[in-house]
């Protein structure tokens, strides 16, 4: 057995999210192990850029409430204790309700090669908004 040193809680990039949000690394797999998982903060309104996983990601929401979708789907609302699944290469946004803090447990694999995620636009206010 052997204890991970936890790594500082790190503001989320702007290039990479809009608004207010943290992130705790909890693991990084070593090869063999390619999972990663992280705890994310969302401040009411934050959310991230559309993106994609090569191998798929899952979240598990822990506390307050926020918003998913995923391309060409309708904005879902997410609360303590659901799960989600997006699919590899599935495009997706996910960050906090308006008027709530949401956290949410994101849990990936990295891929043998290539990026793990790809990154495109942020979420513009239009498009968070609709419903």
Same mark, same amino acid.
């Given at each position: 057995m052997e204890f991970v040193t936890k790594q500082p809680?790190?503001?989320?990039?702007?290039? +990479?999210?809009? !608004?207010?949000? #943290?992130?705790?690394?909890?693991?990084? !797999?070593?090869?063999?192990?390619?999972?990663r998982v992280n705890v994310v903060r969302f401040a009411p309104g934050a959310r991230n850029a559309w993106h994609s =996983?090569?191998? &798929?990601? +899952?979240? =598990?929401?822990?506390? &307050?409430?926020?918003? *998913?979708?995923?391309?060409? $789907?309708e904005i879902v609302e997410i609360r303590p204790g659901d799960t *989600? =699944?997006?699919?590899? $290469?599935? #495009?997706?946004?996910h960050g906090a309700a308006p008027d709530h803090f949401?956290? =949410? *447990?994101?849990?990936?694999?990295?891929p043998a090669e290539g990026p793990e995620v790809q990154w495109g636009s942020h979420v513009t206010e239009e498009e968070y908004h609709r419903r």
């Open positions: 809680t790190v503001k989320a990039p702007a290039e +990479t999210f809009t !608004g207010d949000a #943290w992130l705790d690394v909890i693991a990084q !797999g070593e090869e063999p192990s390619r999972i =996983h090569a191998v &798929g990601q +899952t979240l =598990h929401v822990t506390e &307050g409430r926020g918003l *998913i979708q995923v391309a060409g $789907g *989600i =699944h997006t699919p590899p $290469g599935e #495009w997706h946004w949401m956290t =949410h *447990i994101a849990m990936w694999e990295a």
